[in-house]
């Protein structure tokens, strides 16, 4: 183990000298000298996973080390210390772990890596799966065949790593005690340089930037086709949030071939208006064809790129790996599935807890029209009020959309826990569901009643969008604002 201590000149010189050995590679590089493979480790000093541990009288009280009333303050640290390396002792051949104190007196960063030759035996024990250098598919890593399998990347480093850790701690029960703040995982800076590279205007040498620079990459269709910039980032964050990335780049690639013909149809209309009963209908059947074939396309291609990252049949392997929940709960039974003990939860409960779910947002969305009604009222009583008035206390409309939208979201997530789902994808899904519908609801169910039922002047509806919007950014900074303090 390779502990520093809490000196802080100690922990200067370390890397002092990392960065001195970072300098000496570079220069060599620039030689044009060969690095072999060892020297690797000097160069990757970024460890793969920072655990956050907290040493405040509060989190120990009752739970944890030592007896809070019988010892100093100075003796916490040393307490948490011993704990720390008693468990990452058991596996101390496979973690190289350095101890930095916080600017905060209150809690202190170990810092984890691991050795190349580790992460391969720890890959291979933990039968994770990856990617071959001359195929797209990925396959259970052995250590026999190594060098048949592409360089682990940063984010495969820190899955071994924290699959390797969880194993001799649990690091969600040190969170339940206070004792663990936070873990963070660390991405290295090259990764970080390719994506700028790739996606920066400035160090592009097209004159178009992403994605458009790749648009040929979302038209044709050829074997060759790479996804340069996504792949950068498949790369660095993983294939999951990259397809995303993925999905965006192929929208604003096909955008134009609906905003120019639509702005040729804009200006043909301000031209000559007598053209807009006969322009009008062709722009509606044109968009409505356009969309059904960008949605088609991006089927292709999604499944295209899926394949291209190897990433095609990774639903099954997902579903396999589905984790139950800690909360879940329910009366043991032996299951005819699997032959062994598992627990089981009525439906009943759920469709209980869904109903009554529905019935807090049909109340919400009551109060939302009541609003509505309540100032349309309060403006017919007041004939003399000017537009900016009116627009002012159309506001009122909402702040009380906001509202119901924050009372159901904080009654949701109560019901989805007790719902009692097995699993987190499911609990996730669930109250994802309820928040998209509720939001929905509340946020056209007022408009709705004003254009249908009321059937408001094209003027007043104007003012009570506007004074929607200014809402809802305003807001919408509010909680930027918020989220930065």
């Known amino acids: 183990m390779k502990f520093l201590s809490k000196n802080k ?27 072999m493979y060892q020297s690797h480790m000097l160069v990757r000093t970024t460890p793969d996973v920072v655990l956050v541990f907290n040493t405040t009288k509060k989190s120990l009280t009752n739970k ?12 916490y640290n040393d307490a948490i210390i011993t704990r ?17 104190p916080s600017l905060n007196s209150s809690s202190f960063y170990l810092m984890i890596k691991m050795d190349e030759k580790d992460l391969e035996q720890a890959c291979e024990n933990n039968k994770m799966k990856i990617k071959e250098i001359n195929d797209y598919g990925y396959k259970t890593y052995d250590l026999k065949r190594k060098t048949d399998f592409e360089p682990f990347r940063s984010r495969q480093r820190q899955e071994i790593t924290l699959e390797s850790l969880n194993k001799i701690v649990d690091l969600e029960q040190l969170k339940d005690l206070n004792v663990l703040e936070d873990v963070y995982i660390m991405h290295t800076e090259s990764g970080l340089r390719r994506i700028s590279e790739v996606w920066s205007w400035g160090l592009r040498k097209t004159w178009l930037p992403e994605p458009l620079s790749s648009f040929k990459d979302y038209f044709r269709e050829a074997r060759n086709i790479n996804f340069y910039a996504i792949t950068a980032l498949k790369v660095y964050f993983g294939e999951k949030d990259s397809f995303y990335f993925a999905w965006f780049s192929f929208y604003i690639c096909y955008l134009p071939i609906l905003a120019i013909p639509g702005l040729i149809v804009y200006i043909i209309i301000k031209a000559k208006p007598d053209t807009n009963a006969i322009a009008l209908p062709v722009w509606v059947t044109y968009t409505s064809l356009v969309s059904t074939l960008i949605v088609e396309r991006w089927k292709r291609k999604s499944a295209e790129i899926a394949t291209r990252w190897g ?4 639903e099954g392997v997902q579903q396999e790996k589905r984790k139950i929940r800690k909360e879940y709960s329910g009366d043991e039974i032996m299951s005819t599935d699997i032959g062994a003990l598992t627990k089981h939860n009525p439906k009943t409960r759920m469709i209980v807890y869904n109903i009554m779910s529905i019935a807090v947002l049909v109340l919400l969305c009551a109060m939302v029209v009541a609003s509505f009604w309540g100032i349309e009222q309060l403006k017919d009583a007041h004939p003399e009020w000017t537009s900016g008035k009116k627009t002012f206390i159309n506001g009122a409309n909402g702040l009380v959309i906001w509202l119901a939208n924050y009372i159901y979201e904080w009654i949701a997530r109560a019901l989805v826990e007790k719902e009692n789902h097995k699993y987190d994808d499911s609990h996730e899904q669930s109250l994802i569901l309820k928040i998209a519908i509720s939001k929905t609801l509340n946020s ?14 094209f003027t007043d509806m104007f003012l009570i969008l506007l004074a929607l919007l200014i809402v809802q950014i305003l807001l919408s900074y509010a909680g930027l604002v918020r989220g930065l303090l």
């Open 84 to 100: 720390v390396n008693f468990n990452i002792d058991l596996i101390q051949s496979r973690f190289h772990c350095y101890i930095a």
């Open 64 to 75: 944890l080390l030592v007896n809070t009333s019988k010892t100093k303050d100075n003796k």
């Open 311 to 314: 990433t095609a049949e990774m």
């Open 9 to 35: 000149l100690e922990l200067m010189a370390l890397s002092y000298s990392m960065k001195k050995k970072k300098r000496e590679l570079r220069k060599n590089m620039a030689k044009g000298s060969t690095i």
């Open 444 to 457: 056209y169910i007022g408009v709705l009643y004003l254009t249908f039922v009321i059937q408001a002047k």
